[in-house]
């Protein structure tokens, strides 16, 4: 199995703080934002390697930043993927990004998580791996519990078996406070549907744009996170993190 995590964005939403630093990189509690997300990968056996995928812009600090850490990890095999974006301008978007490391790396031939470099778990997510093993696709969900909030994510419904049944997003009328978070994994034969899906004309952005297409074609499982979770994309939700995760 691989990992793989999303960190090309530029952030403009968190600017001047993101005009020099990817946002992954920006400290929470008192560590970069992407050492919560491994921290949080590390008890998933079976990982080969963890690749970045980043931007022109600040490829070199997150190959900086992957240097030092394996310092102190030395079993955490790392490889900095530089899409060759230079702004929002000409990015690849999320699913673009993904079938280029797919393509690039040859990674079809095995499991791969995927993961965005800006959100944040107070649990580990070997769980999470555990249950999606054997799956087509497994999207991981989180129970917001407020129904006006959902008007900025993604709905989503399962069946007995927590199955996808229906997927919508920024509902204007939601029925649900159980959203699809950025964390995902596809079994090898799924990652080939991201050529079919980017050939098609599809948004190559927003990662959960490829789960609504794609559960009308194979299974996507689901599983439920508990704890905190936090997306950070803005000012606000990066304090609040602050704080919340120096206590975790």
Known sequence: ?????L???YATRLYPLTLTKAKPLLEVAGKPMIEWVLDNLAPIPGIET?????NAKFAQDFQDWADGYAKSQPEVKFKIVNDGSRSDADKLGAIGDIRLVITQEELAGQPLVVVAGDNLFSEP???FAATAEGSAATLATYDVGDLEAMKKYSAIKTDAQGVITHFEEKPEKPETTLTGIALYYFAPETLELFTTYI???NNPDQPGRFIQWLYTRRPVKTYQIKGVWYDIGSKETLEEANKIFAEV
Do not use: E, H, P, S
């Open 1 to 5: 199995m691989n990992v793989l995590i």
């Open 7 to 9: 960190a090309a964005g």
């Open 50 to 54: 963890v690749y970045v995928v980043t």
């Open 125 to 127: 997510l070997a769980d």
């Open 199 to 201: 050939a098609a004309g």
